[in-house]
């Protein structure tokens, strides 16, 4: 993910880069010559962007500049006026990042944020995130090590709601009038970054990035 949005921003035409769920991210602050000039907008949960800033504070003493913080709860408020009142511009060419978050909604709140990306998103805008498989998510799949993920994550009272067909994907992205442009699965990551890593990549992670036709 981070490779795929320095290469766009590095092209110097993206306008607003908008990070649903950003929890920590910490790409503003890792690849800020990158950022230079582009406005960006992290949507969260007040509880999160509150620890957040208190953790920039103590570890930084400021706040990036080009971040607006705009605090939502994406189960009952429309990012689009949140975005608004923060400044966020419908006709620009943007870079959406989905990271760690659609597995947790509902079907209906993910198709509402694809939706709300391609309406308010001009032309070649992306959108980049990752997902889980059906089969992972609704426990019909044996696939190595979800059952253990899965039965840890209800444990802990947020467990996995949403996930894709592999054969659907396509067709799942194309339904918002987006193209699917570039897709890395699990061994694809694993080839490239884990070689020599002890760390494990889960067999049902994939990553994707769809543009705005
Ligand atoms: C697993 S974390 C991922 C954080 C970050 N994107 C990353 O990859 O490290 C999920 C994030 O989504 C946020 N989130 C989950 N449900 C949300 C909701 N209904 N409204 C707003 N934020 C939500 C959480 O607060 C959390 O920061």
């Known amino acids: 993910m981070d490779e795929w949005l320095v290469e766009s921003l590095k092209k110097r035409d993206i306008e607003q880069v908008v990070m649903l769920g950003a929890g920590h991210d910490s790409r503003v602050l890792r690849f800020s010559e990158c950022f230079e000039g582009v406005k960006v907008f992290e949507l969260d949960h007040p509880a999160t962007q509150k620890?957040?800033?208190?953790?920039?504070?103590?570890?930084?003493?400021?706040?990036?500049?080009?971040?607006?913080?705009?605090?939502?709860?994406?189960?009952?408020?429309?990012?689009?006026?949140e975005l608004v009142k923060a400044g966020f511009d419908s006709n620009k060419k943007n870079i959406f990042i989905l990271e760690g978050l659609i597995y947790y909604l509902p079907e209906e709140e993910v198709r509402k944020i694809f939706e709300f990306v391609k309406q308010n998103s001009c032309v070649d805008s992306e959108i980049i995130f990752d997902y889980f498989s059906k089969d992972l998510v609704d426990g019909t799949g044996d696939i190595n090590g979800s059952f253990a993920i899965r039965s840890s994550v209800e444990k802990s009272g947020e467990p996995f709601l949403f996930g894709i067909e592999e054969s659907k994907l396509e067709c799942f992205i194309e339904s918002f009038n987006m193209t699917l442009?570039?897709?890395?699965?699990?061994?694809?990551?694993?080839?490239?970054?884990?070689?020599?890593r002890k760390s494990k990549v889960f067999s049902f992670a994939e990553i994707c990035l769809a543009k705005c036709k």
Do not use: G, T
């Open 51 to 81: 620890r957040k800033k208190e953790l920039l504070i103590s570890n930084f003493k400021k706040i990036p500049e080009n971040v607006n913080y705009v605090s939502i709860d994406l189960s009952y408020q429309k990012p689009l006026d």
């Open 181 to 196: 442009s570039k897709r890395s699965d699990h061994q694809v990551l694993k080839n490239k970054y884990f070689q020599d």
